[in-house]
Protein backbone atom coordinates (compact mmCIF):
# COMPACT_ATOMS: atom_id res chain seq x y z
CA UNK A 1 0.00 0.00 0.00
CA UNK A 2 1.27 3.35 -1.03
CA UNK A 3 1.59 5.81 1.49
CA UNK A 4 -1.08 8.09 0.34
CA UNK A 5 -3.40 5.63 0.18
CA UNK A 6 -3.30 5.48 3.68
CA UNK A 7 -5.15 7.70 5.53
CA UNK A 8 -3.42 7.96 8.93
CA UNK A 9 -0.16 9.41 7.53
CA UNK A 10 0.38 12.73 6.38
CA UNK A 11 1.40 13.61 3.30
CA UNK A 12 4.05 15.57 1.90
CA UNK A 13 4.61 17.29 -1.41
CA UNK A 14 7.83 16.56 -3.19
CA UNK A 15 10.76 18.87 -2.67
CA UNK A 16 10.74 21.29 -5.47
CA UNK A 17 14.33 22.73 -6.21
CA UNK A 18 14.44 26.29 -7.47
CA UNK A 19 18.49 27.02 -7.03
CA UNK A 20 21.06 26.27 -4.78
CA UNK A 21 21.04 27.32 -1.29
CA UNK A 22 24.13 28.55 0.59
CA UNK A 23 24.98 28.10 4.25
CA UNK A 24 26.36 30.34 6.53
CA UNK A 25 27.44 30.71 9.65
CA UNK A 26 28.84 32.20 13.08
CA UNK A 27 30.47 30.99 15.90
CA UNK A 28 27.73 31.29 19.09
CA UNK A 29 29.11 33.64 22.00
CA UNK A 30 28.55 30.06 24.41
CA UNK A 31 31.57 28.40 22.15
CA UNK A 32 35.08 27.98 23.30
CA UNK A 33 36.05 28.83 19.64
CA UNK A 34 34.54 32.34 19.59
CA UNK A 35 37.76 33.79 19.16
CA UNK A 36 38.17 32.49 15.70
CA UNK A 37 35.09 34.94 14.25
CA UNK A 38 37.05 37.13 11.68
CA UNK A 39 34.31 39.39 11.39
CA UNK A 40 30.83 40.30 12.50
CA UNK A 41 29.45 38.60 9.00
CA UNK A 42 28.99 34.92 8.56
CA UNK A 43 31.06 32.29 6.89
CA UNK A 44 30.20 30.03 4.23
CA UNK A 45 30.25 26.00 5.81
CA UNK A 46 29.76 22.95 4.33
CA UNK A 47 28.96 19.56 6.14
CA UNK A 48 31.37 16.41 6.54
CA UNK A 49 32.46 12.98 7.96
CA UNK A 50 35.21 14.54 9.65
CA UNK A 51 36.38 13.04 13.30
CA UNK A 52 34.73 13.96 17.21
CA UNK A 53 31.39 15.35 15.84
CA UNK A 54 33.76 18.24 14.50
CA UNK A 55 31.64 17.86 11.08
CA UNK A 56 31.44 21.55 9.70
CA UNK A 57 34.10 23.21 7.83
CA UNK A 58 34.34 26.38 7.66
CA UNK A 59 36.60 29.78 8.40
CA UNK A 60 39.65 27.15 7.56
CA UNK A 61 38.78 25.39 10.80
CA UNK A 62 36.65 22.60 11.43
CA UNK A 63 33.88 23.16 14.25
CA UNK A 64 30.86 20.87 16.12
CA UNK A 65 27.08 21.76 15.12
CA UNK A 66 25.95 23.24 18.57
CA UNK A 67 29.51 25.45 18.32
CA UNK A 68 27.61 27.35 15.08
CA UNK A 69 24.78 29.55 14.36
CA UNK A 70 23.35 28.86 10.78
CA UNK A 71 22.15 31.52 8.03
CA UNK A 72 21.06 31.60 5.00
CA UNK A 73 21.60 34.77 2.89
CA UNK A 74 18.27 36.24 1.25
CA UNK A 75 19.58 39.06 -1.26
CA UNK A 76 21.04 41.07 0.97
CA UNK A 77 19.62 40.13 4.23
CA UNK A 78 20.66 37.16 6.82
CA UNK A 79 18.28 34.95 7.90
CA UNK A 80 18.91 32.75 10.76
CA UNK A 81 18.48 29.21 10.58
CA UNK A 82 19.29 28.52 14.52
Do not use: T
Request: glycine share 8%; hydrophobic share 30%; with cysteine.
Amino acid sequence: MSPSANNNEPHFAEPRVVGQVRLYAVIRRSSQYRYQQRSKNPFEVHFGDYPGGYCVFGNDNQYRIEDLRFYVKLGEHWRALS
